[in-house]
């Protein structure tokens, strides 16, 4: 500041003396110099505005941002000389029940809401999506990384959206489902319903899927039905080339599977199933019968495949007939009636074996009373069989991970890159 000072007094007493000299061709070289006296003093007025800008020291020391972020912030609104808008918007989220970390981080996604007008802008969509059952602390989770929902056009996009989803949705304000679909996918919300909500429906509609599957199936993949069509068209094209017919109810199960999981990730789930000796058309029969099967983890898959085939010693066939059987939790319900199973079996409580397949089932409730309280004499007994195992398997699990028997069968993986 002071070098600046010193060349525009310099500048100035160079400047008296050539305006003196008489004029001729020191006449341009003196308007030029005076222009460059006049470029200096600008230039010295704007560094001083901006030593201290109005919003960086509102961003860091009211909001907390870190300076590095709160520069970046504050470059793109050059001109703000008053915060009275950022603090009305802050007030206002505060208000509602944000937290200082959820306002902060909703700034982040979108700094220009600090400039919305709250009672024309940001209020109407607050109070719809209050209307939709996202309140509370649900609205500071959901506004804090969706907020470029504040953005759309309420009369436009987001009413007319809410309109057509709230039809294929089931009571969808009333248990929480509209918060979980934008958590999922605010994009369901982002575009005229005509562009694509509108058509994918029709489309899902018209190969099956409707009422409460497609209720569902917004619920569980509502990215679905943002896509484009020639997207959606070609997911479904490759769940009816595995072998869902569009008659089937099991189509919206296949279709929710084949679009959250990758192909090298089926690939390799039905590869971990072949390589314990199911060949290829039993693996695609499992699939079919049971898509949420390969949505759970490889981990998952193998402990029950060593469980059911190493040993229980369950037939491969029963379990292509029945794949569910690896969806069921291991600790809460295969392991505990297994133990209650063999307990029976030990003391011939039973003329003849349960189904293995029926008992696994059965509702805790149920189970319970036919296979538990049912024998008064040893009922004590089969309880502690099936609730001891809670501590076994703690004390397993805090030096490493229950061991089961390896199933036999091993083989080159199968391709399923067409899938």
Known sequence: MISIRLRYRSLSTHLYHLHSLPTGPFSSFCISLSSLSQVVTGQSAQNANQE????????????????PKALTI??????????????LAVQFFKSIGFTDAQIQSAVCCVPQILFADVEKTLKPKIQLLQELGIAGSDLGRLMSTKTAILTRSLDKILKPCIEVLNKVLINGTANGDWFRILRRC????????????????????????????????????PHLFSMSGSKLKKLVSEVIDIGFSTDSRMLVHGLHTVSCISRECLSRKLFLIQRSGF??????????????????SEEKIQLGLKFFLGMVKLKKSIIVQFPPLLMFSMK???????????????????KKDPSFCFVMQLTEHRFLEKFVLRFTEHAEELLMAYKGHLLELGRKGQSGALKLPLCAGSGEGPDYKGL
């Open 52 to 67: 201290t800008p109005v919003l960086l020291n509102y961003l860091i020391n009211t909001l907390d941002f870190p300076k």
């Open 186 to 221: 605010e994009w369901v919300i982002y575009r005229s319903p005509h562009l694509r909500l509108i058509p994918n429906i029709s489309y899902l509609q018209s190969i099956g899927i409707v009422e409460s599957q497609l209720s569902s199936l917004l619920k569980r993949q």
């Open 279 to 296: 060949s290829k058309s039993e693996c695609m029969v499992m699939f079919r019968r049971a898509p949420g099967l390969f949505r759970s």
């Open 74 to 87: 504050s470059d793109r609104f050059p001109g703000v000389r008053s915060v009275e808008k950022p603090e």
């Open 332 to 350: 809460d319900r295969v392991i505990p009636r297994y133990q209650v199973l063999k307990l029976i079996k030990s003391k011939k409580l039973v």
